[in-house]
């Protein structure tokens, strides 16, 4: 993998990270888990923007102006591989250290009739899925299928052959 790949990997991982503890100890404990899935969400979107700007560094630095849709793509996805894994990590160190109070969290807001249905899901569920291995590995899914979308989108737009 290439230093500027493994650069903006790590970039956009730390700002995913930083977002995630900030949300997590400020607008989820302030407001609730619907504004927090939000800003989570946002920030996730916010530290696959280093994909376009790897792209883009690429294109102006490296490479004298140009780059192919396929040149992005393997640039882009390997971005979007580095902050996954780092939020894999993340992520099950966070539902290591914080699971069972992110599981009453989530009930926080539920009437009591909307707390007996989720715990009932719960309940039928099984339960290796709320392990942190398989939630890490869910949040690692869904920020590989973000990301590609938005590298497929940045390769697209930032392709650009040798005439000026």
Do not use: H
Request: hydrophobic share 50%; charged share 10%; proline share 3%.
């Amino acid at each position: 993998m290439n230093n500027y790949t493994l650069r903006y990997g790590i970039a956009g991982g730390i700002v995913s990270i930083a977002l995630g503890l900030l949300n997590w100890f400020t607008v989820a404990q302030w407001f609730g888990p619907i504004p927090s899935q939000t800003v989570g969400w946002l920030s996730i979107i916010l530290s696959l923007m280093c994909v376009p700007l790897g792209i883009r560094y690429f294109r102006d630095k490296l490479n004298d102006g140009n780059v192919s849709f396929g040149q992005g793509f393997r640039i882009g996805f390997g971005i979007t591989f580095v902050v996954s894994a780092l939020m894999y990590f993340y992520s099950a160190l966070f539902f290591i250290f914080q699971g069972e109070e992110f599981i009453e969290w989530t009930k926080r807001g539920l009437s009591t009739a909307e707390v007996a249905a989720y715990e009932q899901q719960i309940a039928q569920t099984p339960a290796w899925v709320y392990t942190p291995w398989v939630q890490a590995f869910l949040l690692f899914v869904s920020i590989m299928l973000i990301g590609l979308v938005i590298t497929a989108i940045s390769s697209l737009i930032l392709k650009r052959s040798g005439e000026r």
